[in-house]
């Protein structure tokens, strides 16, 4: 089973930080699930990244280290079911979009 990796987890986390929403469980649950289908998996994750120090001024990458060296976090992530997480794959030719999920435009979703 391939695990949602730390990078996609700190990026969702980064990108929270970066619009400036407040660092709550719910706030991270909520950015989640754009990964996670299954809520209980969610919800425990974004439990234990709340409890972590990150902050805005982390990049991407020191986010994702601070991840891996959460024995909490890892057990987490490879706790979650590949029947829980959302994977696109898909061919794009010509011009145009190509997004797999929602699109997020300078932070709305279309």
């Known amino acids: 089973m391939e695990p949602i990796t730390t990078a996609v987890v700190s990026?969702?986390?980064y990108d929270l930080l970066?619009?400036?929403i407040s660092?709550?469980?719910d706030n991270i649950?909520?950015?989640l699930t754009d990964f996670i289908t299954s809520d209980k998996h969610a919800e425990l994750l974004a439990e234990k990244i709340e409890k972590?120090?990150?902050?805005?001024e982390m990049s991407e990458r020191a986010i994702e280290k601070y991840l891996k060296a959460s024995p909490e976090v890892m057990n987490a992530l490879e706790h979650i079911p590949k029947t829980?997480?959302?994977s696109t794959q898909q061919t794009?030719?010509?011009t145009g979009d190509n997004i797999g999920r929602d699109k997020n435009i300078n932070g709305k979703v279309e």
């Open 18 to 20: 970066l619009a400036g």
């Open 23 to 25: 660092f709550t469980k």
């Open 52 to 56: 972590l120090k990150v902050n805005d």
């Open 11 to 13: 990026r969702a986390i």
């Open 92 to 94: 794009h030719n010509g």
């Open 29 to 31: 649950k909520k950015r």
């Open 84 to 86: 829980s997480i959302v």
